[in-house]
């Protein structure tokens, strides 16, 4: 690779401390249990303010940055949040909507779901320019069309999207060219409350994370349900009350667990994970030669010969999971041979692997001969094993690509140091604990304090 920082050189927001220090060449052993999943956490809280009821929330990874930042987004506009260690308890009776905090917005990208709370409160909102991962063009067009769809006023610029206080139509169709997951939530958040109105997705996002925060909506009153070919139907009632739920345990720490199982020739039991939510990565990683088994309490994973390279092209779910490339990369550093990853969804996702680099990981990026689902060129990394990382000075570039550049430092020879570990901390509450508590020489280093 002859670039060194891909093009991260143009971020000048790289942090260099707080940093994380890892001294690789432990196999990781040992049993742990999976933290709350971030991707329904996030649109789980904005959904339990949709109820001037108090919603209970358990399970809920509050250590994460980006958790932190929407509850702060939410309490601005006018939601009660308490946090009692894990749990929340949310209540949306003083929603006042009104112009959010454009820094604490444009750092998180489900600052974006706030316009469908808002759709719900029939309140007025400006939402400047979300932010989240920097892992190509995050557009936001599919969400624009299915408010407008649905018939609230909505005004788009350079600045931001302003949801104009409006009402829904009585009968609405959305149709996305590809199920948008924040699109998909947005619309139901915007849809889900009327005097028996009827909004129905087509091709909406069916992932797990989307299924949690349906099933915790319905259990607030909500009517949502499957019609047909990943159609959502949903009915509006006129306000929904206050329940209690569990978020769903985190499967792409399950993922970044597996990864650093199988790099490190380890051993080690994920508990309360079902292997269904994961089923197409399973899939592939069993063809590495990597043994994984169900059992009644999670997933089993052991290290037992040499991986074998196997490929990958992303796709919405059930396929492949964009989140959980970068993971799969870092574990066919160390395997036998070629292996080719496609990246179909996000077009600036393989920024990680200039860093990789630097350890001694053999990757080319080619460009593709396709187009990502947001229309930007498509690239393929290519990836040759080699039998030996080496520990080096590597930066987060985003939170999965930090994931798997902590994940290659475990199985490097020598120490690795990762700056700009805000990235990491947006998605892993605590991963010194996570691999710490399985063997890993982990530790998070703050020179200043
Ligand atoms: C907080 C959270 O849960 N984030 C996840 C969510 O992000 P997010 O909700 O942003 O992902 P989407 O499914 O909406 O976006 C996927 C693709 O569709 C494109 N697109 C999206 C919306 C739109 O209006 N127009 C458009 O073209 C995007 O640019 C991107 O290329 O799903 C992504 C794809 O699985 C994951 O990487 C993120 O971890
Ligand atoms: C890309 C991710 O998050 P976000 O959409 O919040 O940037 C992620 O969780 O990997």
Do not use: F, Y
């Given at each position: 690779m002859d670039q060194v920082f891909g093009n991260l050189a143009l971020q000048d927001t790289i942090t260099a401390e707080p940093y994380i220090e890892i001294e690789g060449g432990v196999s990781l052993r040992g049993d742990i249990s999976l933290a709350g999943a971030k991707n329904s956490a996030l649109p789980s809280i904005v959904a339990a303010c949709l109820s001037s009821d108090e919603v209970v929330l358990h399970n809920v990874p509050v250590e994460i940055n980006d958790v932190r930042l929407l509850i702060e987004l939410l309490i601005e506009a006018g939601a009660k949040i308490e946090i009692h260690q894990n749990s929340l308890i949310c209540c949306g009776s003083g929603w006042k909507g009104g112009a959010l905090d454009e820094l604490v917005a444009g750092k998180i990208r489900h600052s974006l779901l706030l316009l469908g709370a808002s759709a719900f409160w029939g309140s007025s909102l400006f939402l400047p320019l979300p932010g989240g991962c920097s892992i190509g063009s995050r557009k936001h067009d599919l969400h624009v069309l299915a408010f407008k769809a649905m018939g609230f006023d909505m005004i788009e610029n350079e600045m931001g999207l302003l949801l104009n206080e409006s009402r829904i139509n009585k009968e609405s169709n959305i149709v996305f060219h590809y199920p948008t997951f924040g699109g998909t939530i947005n619309a139901i958040f915007a849809g889900v409350r009327g005097n028996g109105t009827k909004v129905t997705i087509y091709n909406a996002a069916c992932n797990p994370e989307v299924i949690d925060v349906i099933n915790l909506l319905n259990k607030m009153g909500a009517q949502i349900r499957w019609v047909n070919n990943n159609a959502l139907e949903i009915i509006g009632v006129p306000a929904l009350r206050g329940t209690v739920h569990n978020i769903m345990p985190d499967r792409i720490i399950a993922a970044t667990l597996i990864s650093a199982t199988g790099i490190t020739k380890g051993n080690?039991?994920?508990?309360?994970?079902?292997?269904?939510?994961?089923?197409?990565?399973?899939?592939?990683?069993?063809?590495?030669?990597?043994?994984?088994?169900?059992?009644?309490y999670g997933l089993t994973v052991r290290w037992t010969k040499r991986l074998q390279p196997v490929d990958v092209v992303t796709s919405a779910y059930p396929g492949f999971h964009t989140d959980i490339q970068p993971l799969h990369t870092a574990l066919m550093l160390l395997s036998d041979g070629t292996s080719t990853l496609t990246e179909t969804i996000l077009d600036g996702r393989f920024e990680y692997c200039y860093q990789l680099a630097k350890m001694g990981a053999n990757i080319e990026i080619v460009p593709g001969n396709f187009n990502c689902?947001?229309?930007?060129?498509?690239?393929?990394?290519?990836?040759?094993?080699?039998?030996?990382?080496?520990?080096?000075?590597?930066?987060?570039?985003?939170?999965?690509?930090?994931?798997?550049?902590?994940?290659?430092?475990?199985?490097?020879?020598?120490?690795t140091k990762i700056t700009n570990i805000y990235q990491i901390e947006r998605g892993y509450g605590n991963i010194i604990d996570l691999f710490g508590s399985l063997g890993a020489n982990i530790k998070r280093v703050s020179e200043s304090k």
């Open positions: 080690v039991n994920i508990h309360n994970i079902s292997g269904e939510v994961l089923a197409a990565e399973l899939t592939t990683w069993r063809k590495t030669g990597l043994q994984i088994d169900e059992t009644t689902v947001n229309g930007a060129a498509g690239q393929i990394a290519i990836i040759k094993g080699v039998d030996r990382l080496k520990g080096s000075d590597v930066v987060a570039t985003d939170i999965r690509g930090g994931a798997a550049v902590a994940v290659a430092a475990l199985a490097a020879e020598g120490n």
